[in-house]
């Protein structure tokens, strides 16, 4: 499976470096500082906007363990900004230590269920199993849009 760097995004929360597999785009987010909605917004907006597909593809790398927000409200939020993007599968592989974040999993996939999309999240503390999670999911969906 060959990766393509297509764009790379940078603030003073995070960088986001997107890659193009065939006619997906793959989004590597690592974070850099507390994040909450304000912050999360250009992440969607710049990467929404790179998408071909109804497939998001994201690992968000938080191994630093930085302050991480996330209501219920924040998640239908998202979960809008995804459905008018065009998104109907979102897959999400997020490295974090917090073994806490299972519960945000859980509400995140409940929130995707409502909107409409069809979700996967896992969390993991390994970059190498978090990309062998994407990695599986393009191959899954290659071909389906």
């Known amino acids: 499976m060959n ?15 997107t890659h193009a597999v065939g006619e997906e785009m793959f989004h590597h987010i690592k974070i850099l500082a507390p994040l909450g909605r304000a912050e999360r917004i250009p992440i969607y907006e710049e990467t929404l906007k790179l998408n071909n597909s109804p497939h998001y593809f994201c690992i968000v790398n938080n191994s630093q363990g930085h302050e991480n927000t996330l209501s219920y409200d924040d998640m239908l939020f998202f979960s809008k900004m995804l459905t008018k993007g065009g998104i109907t599968h979102f897959y999400n592989a997020v490295v974090t230590n917090d073994h806490r974040y299972l519960d945000t999993i859980k509400l995140t996939g409940a929130v995707s269920k409502l909107a409409g999309i069809i979700s996967e ?15 599986g999911k393009i191959k899954e969906t290659a071909g389906s849009t």
């Open 3 to 17: 990766f393509r760097k297509v764009s790379f995004f940078e603030s003073k929360h995070c960088e986001i470096e």
């Open 121 to 135: 999240t896992v969390s993991t503390s390994n970059q190498e199993q978090a990309e062998a999670f994407i990695r």
